[in-house]
């Protein structure tokens, strides 16, 4: 780091800098460097910042006043750069003629599995292993029983679920009380560990962790990064959904280099090994157990979530990618009041209003709706005789006794395959492209361009689900469900450990 600041502090000589993402990182270089002489501090910017004030004796301002003060040079002080670069630009929040530097001028080589051989070879001294597993929302948790594996395991102990909250658009968003009631029900034990105070997540290193599961490649600040936890403990991630996009649309080069420092990493298949290898650049650390998600259809089905549930049963499961950038794979802009109608006049039908978690901030991101609205639309589903909302984790018994999914979604197309229903696919002309496998899942869905052909289509299809046999023959060709996937991952690990 010192060399970095050493041709950081060069480079802007003379010059008005404004430091951006103020958290462990910052930190870390202000307790180590003093700034006051390498650098013209204008100020400093965070999203945790909500108005004008001082932090570390420094200006501190919002994200939004970027563009309201006179600044020559803005360092990102994350390891996340593109993601926070391409942020800043898409919100247009800085001047045409600001300069944007990386705080890794020269990037730290870091060899991650070399560290976890250490940390392997130091488990022998160690009476039991402490397993931290990491939720920010749980509409994405699939490690209930991997979870309580490993509970149940003497060899391990396993510490409260650690929530974070989700960081969208410049925005906070505390999912932790919502999430800690998910896993109440569940009877887990979950601890909030953002620190309100700072504003920032914590350091999971003083929860003294030996093993780390990570929910997603997101939402991480720099000392919770594989790359650095890899200093105390193994890292594990298992993907929260089922891969179906291409190479190019997949995963930014912050997210590659998480899969890259990870210990191990779960594929869906053997399909997925080669292509995480290909789109992230992955080596020695994948090995294809199988979907934790896809468990779920070798359990039995423990409730029925529908109202009325003797009708068709259809699932109206939107995606969030809005707009004009990123993976445009959403149609709710054009789509979302047809919906809604067509429940209100169809009552011989039930239906699931099925959104993804960020939805809700990408249609005010993206001026659909204010806030309020967009909750009023919401209790609209769920008000409905013969209609509901389903906006949290542990899905799948309400896709098994489903009848028919409708979705621009890209993972669920995969993961409600093996219910052999009938999926109908909301395309749009510019959305993100999909992968080998995606395109042989695509020859066993009913394609629509828009909402006028979906009721015609729904009647033909009660008729005659002229593509059913094709689903059937793909899901014995394609998918990797000959056995509890939870299961082969605690083995696996099991035996890397102790054997």
């Not at 705080?103 to 402490?130: C, D, G, M, R, V």
């Not at 510490?159 to 410049?170: H, N, R, Y």
């Not at 009023?376 to 769920?382: A, F, I, P």
Request: aromatic share 16%; hydrophobic share 35%.
């Amino acid at each position: 780091m010192k060399e970095n600041i050493e041709i950081l502090s060069k480079k802007c000589k003379n010059k008005s800098v404004v430091f951006y993402c103020i958290g462990n990182l910052f930190e870390e270089i202000y307790e180590n460097f003093n700034l006051n002489k390498l650098f013209n501090i204008k100020a400093l910017c965070d999203i945790k910042f909500e108005s004008n004030g001082f932090y570390k004796g420094f200006p501190s301002i919002p994200t939004k006043e970027l563009k309201d003060i006179s600044f020559e040079y803005l360092i990102i002080v994350s390891p996340d750069f593109d993601t926070k670069e391409k942020f800043l630009k898409e919100n247009n929040f800085l001047n045409k003629k600001t300069k944007i530097l990386n705080i890794q001028q020269k990037k730290e080589k870091i060899n991650s599995q070399k560290k976890y051989e250490k940390i392997i070879k130091n488990f022998k001294n160690k009476e039991k292993l402490k397993v931290l597993f990491i939720c920010e929302q749980n509409e994405k948790w699939s490690y209930t029983n991997l979870y309580k594996a490993f509970k149940n395991d003497e060899k391990f102990e396993v510490l409260p679920i650690a929530l974070f909250p989700v960081t969208s658009k410049g925005e906070i968003i505390y999912t932790q009380e919502e999430n800690k009631n998910f896993f109440n029900n569940l009877n887990i034990d979950s601890i909030d560990c953002f620190d309100y105070e700072k504003k920032q997540n914590i350091d999971i290193k003083t929860l003294k962790p030996d093993i780390v599961f990570y929910q997603q490649p997101w939402y991480l600040n720099n000392c919770n990064h594989p790359k650095f936890v890899s200093d105390y403990a193994l890292t594990i991630m298992s993907p929260y959904g089922y891969t179906t996009l291409s190479e190019k649309n997949w995963g930014s080069n912050s997210t590659k280099e998480i899969y890259q420092n990870l210990w191990l990493f779960f594929a869906e298949s053997p399909y997925h090994v080669k292509f995480y290898k290909k789109a992230a650049k992955m080596k020695n650390n994948l090995v294809a157990l199988g979907s934790l998600k896809l468990d779920n259809y070798l359990e039995p089905i423990k409730q029925n979530p529908w109202k009325n549930p003797q009708n068709l049963k259809i699932i109206y499961a939107p995606h969030h990618s809005l707009g004009l950038d990123g993976l445009k794979m959403s149609t709710f802009d054009v789509n979302y009041k047809n919906f809604l109608d067509f429940a209100k006049n169809n009552q011989n039908y039930s239906f699931v209003f099925k959104p993804h978690p960020m939805l809700k901030n990408a249609v005010v991101e993206h001026n659909l709706m204010i806030k309020e609205e967009y909750e009023n639309y919401s209790k609209e589903w769920q008000n409905l005789k013969n209609s509901s909302i389903y906006n949290k984790g542990e899905y799948f018994d309400l896709f098994k006794t489903s009848d028919i999914l409708i979705t621009d979604c890209s993972s669920f197309l995969a993961e409600y395959y093996p219910t052999k229903k009938p999926i109908i696919f909301l395309n749009r002309k510019d959305r993100a492209p999909f992968d080998s496998f995606g395109e042989k899942l695509k020859k066993g869905f009913y394609e629509v361009q828009n909402f006028n052909e979906i009721e015609n289509l729904i009647k033909e299809i009660i008729k005659n689900d002229k593509l059913f046999k094709t689903r059937e023959k793909i899901i014995k060709k394609e998918f990797f469900m000959d056995d509890l996937t939870y299961k082969k991952i605690h083995s696996y690990i099991v035996n890397r450990l102790f054997s």
